[in-house]
């Protein structure tokens, strides 16, 4: 099962930043911090990876916290096309590979 | 921007027959995946491949399911003897690398339904 708890839903209004909890409090040294996004019934969409600094690229701000046990998605300036169900993953390192587990998200709405 | 191709877009099925999802992943991509995600439900992971061998599966992914790459391009699903619960999306995904510190790539999924 995934390894993150996030809320269930969140609503933002347009042009305002939208902040995304997610909790991942027995996140190991090596495991890194995935944000993905599902649009309607489309493909998973990466957004933002990040291991213990904060990171930044032209979709969002992923904040980690110095613990690490829990971090923020921001999208600085939520659009209607934001709308979607978002994923915090931690991934896993193993010999085997390094499948990224999917949990339930939480379902963004942003409204005008 | 390069991106992963998944055919069809939507297929019918009858239950009972074998059903195979192409997928073109990224071209210069090392690691494959499938994931399937049932209506309504969350996106399950269910098999990855490197070097032309599975790497990881998960307990979805039985007897009733084998992954190929037949050519330098394709990487496909079977599914030998559908039945009516394999009804759902099926996302590809590809990667560079098989470090937890590279991130993968959806395709838009092949909605199979099958009757």
């Known amino acids: 099962d995934a390894k993150t708890t996030q809320p269930t839903s969140m609503d933002c209004a347009e042009g305002r930043a939208a902040n995304l909890p997610c909790n991942h409090s027995?996140?190991?040294?090596?495991?890194?911090v995935y944000w993905y996004r599902q649009i309607h019934s489309q493909g998973p969409q990466y957004i933002i990876h990040?291991?213990?600094n904060n990171e930044t690229n032209e979709m969002a701000s992923l904040i980690i916290t110095e613990d690490r046990k829990s971090s923020t998605l921001i999208l600085p300036h939520a659009t209607l096309r934001d709308t979607a169900v978002y994923y915090c993953i931690v991934r896993p390192l193993n010999q085997a590979g390094t499948a990224l587990i999917f949990g339930k998200g939480t379902t963004l709405s942003v409204s005008s | 921007e390069p991106e992963v191709t998944q055919t069809p877009s939507h297929q019918v099925t009858q239950m009972g027959q074998e059903v195979i999802l192409r997928c073109v992943p990224i071209?210069?991509?090392?690691?494959f995946y499938w994931y399937r995600q049932i209506l309504g439900q969350k996106v399950e992971f269910l098999v990855s491949?490197?070097?032309?061998?599975?790497?990881?599966k998960s307990e979805i992914f039985d007897d009733q399911f084998s992954v190929e790459r037949p050519d330098g391009s394709n990487f496909t699903l079977k599914i030998r003897s559908t039945k009516l619960e394999d009804s759902a999306m099926y996302f590809c995904?590809?990667?560079?690398?098989?470090?937890?510190?590279?991130?993968?790539?959806f395709g838009q999924g092949t909605r199979l339904t099958v009757v």
């Open positions: 027995t996140i190991s040294g090596n495991e890194y």
């Open positions: 491949f490197y070097n032309n061998e599975i790497s990881e």
């Open positions: 995904a590809s990667s560079a690398a098989r470090t937890a510190n590279t991130e993968a790539f």
């Open positions: 071209s210069n991509h090392l690691y």
């Open positions: 990040g291991l213990k």
